[in-house]
């Protein structure tokens, strides 16, 4: 059994849901079969599985987010960094920061249609540090 630590960066240009599912699985190539754990080293983006087909998905969710937890709410008090810090940090305690995803001949084991998606949640554009820690033969 090994263990390998990688980390890789992804530039997010703006607010969004962005595929990565191709920059992961360009990491996984030492390990033939095991598992993946994805881990966003930030509080105000997030990690997900969903649909990779239709792009529209992309939008749509990033619109419920938006109006489910909308940037200057009154309600939230920690604005050191802009209005939409701390809706960025509530999403990603709904979404969350981490992934585990079991490896197979190679390649991330998911379904035909999944994907994994980078949510950032500031309006600007942001570099984001992902640990990627594999386990496996």
């Not at 969004?16 to 994805?38: F, H, M, P, R």
């Not at 419920?64 to 309600?75: A, K, R, T």
């Not at 991330?108 to 570099?127: C, F, T, V």
Request: charged letters at 25%.
């Amino acid at each position: 059994m090994q263990i390998i630590k990688k980390s890789i960066h992804i530039t997010t240009p703006k607010r969004g849901v962005y595929l990565i599912t191709n920059e992961i699985e360009k990491e996984i190539n030492e390990i033939s079969d095991g598992i993946a754990n994805i881990f966003l080293k930030h509080t105000s983006a997030s990690l997900a599985i969903n649909e990779n087909y239709d792009p529209i998905v992309r939008s749509d969710i990033e619109s419920f987010l938006q109006s489910l937890i909308p940037d200057c709410w009154e309600g939230f008090k920690h604005t050191l960094e802009g209005c939409d810090d701390m809706p960025a940090h509530m999403k990603n305690i709904f979404i969350g920061s981490s992934l585990t995803i079991p490896i197979s001949k190679g390649r991330l084991d998911m379904g035909i249609w999944q994907g994994i998606y980078l949510l950032e949640h500031r309006k600007e554009k942001n570099r984001r540090e992902i640990a990627i820690t594999l386990i496996g033969e």
